[in-house]
């Protein structure tokens, strides 16, 4: 079993910052590709950045050059840097990690979500 769990989110004005992580826990041999997801109110869950296990990273359009996202691979955990928010970065953000358990198999995991509200 792997668990995620997800800290950081919270309640900040435009222009603001947050720091989110995703620490990862359980039977991990190797954690391959991690992700931040959001999911706005109405709207489909959406690809916020992601960053693989050589650390190639990639970012959604609306978010670059405010983001950044960065995995400690000592500790299984993959952090998001929210810079200059602005109110329609409002949303449930999930981690997401590519994981290999100790018994081989590889599987996709989701953190349990952190609410993320800009507003004044």
């Known amino acids: 079993q792997v668990q995620l769990v997800e800290s950081g989110g919270g309640l900040v004005q435009p222009g603001g910052s947050l720091r989110l992580s995703c620490a990862a826990s359980g039977s991990i041999f190797s954690i391959n590709a991690m992700g931040w997801y959001r999911q706005a109110p109405g709207k489909e869950r959406e690809l916020v950045a992601g960053?693989?296990?050589?650390?190639?990273?990639k970012y959604a359009d609306s978010v670059k050059g405010r983001f950044t996202i960065s995995r400690d691979s000592a500790n299984n955990t993959v952090y998001l840097q929210m810079n200059s928010l602005k109110p329609e970065d409002t949303a449930v953000y999930y981690c997401n990690l590519d994981v290999t358990t100790n018994w081989g198999t590889t599987n996709d995991y989701w953190g349990q979500g952190t609410q993320v509200t800009v507003s004044s």
């Open positions: 960053i693989t296990h050589g650390g190639t990273t």
